[in-house]
């Protein structure tokens, strides 16, 4: 729960400006989505816990034409990367 805690002020709470409670519980609500379905962990080989690393690209061909779609979330303070379908 540390770990989670440090993590959530270093990479959210550090970062914005919240006004009241109802604004506290959405960055919480989006930062833990964020941690649980997107983010990256150490620990589990950068995978993130609730979804699988996805199969390395090793086809040349592909690594040129790779397209990378960004989606900001909490305006700009979490991104998320992820291949452009």
């Not at 109802?22 to 620990?43: G, I, P």
């Amino acid at each position: 729960m540390e770990r989670w805690v440090q993590s959530c002020r270093r990479e959210l709470l550090d970062r914005c400006l919240l006004w009241n409670e109802r604004r506290l519980r959405h960055a919480l609500r989006e930062y833990e989505q964020f941690y649980n379905q997107h983010r990256a962990h150490q620990a589990l080989a950068q995978a993130a816990p609730l979804r699988a690393v996805p199969d390395p690209i090793i086809d040349p061909e592909r690594i040129v034409d790779l397209n990378i779609r960004r989606r900001d979330r909490l305006g700009g303070v979490l991104h998320e990367y992820s291949p452009a379908a």
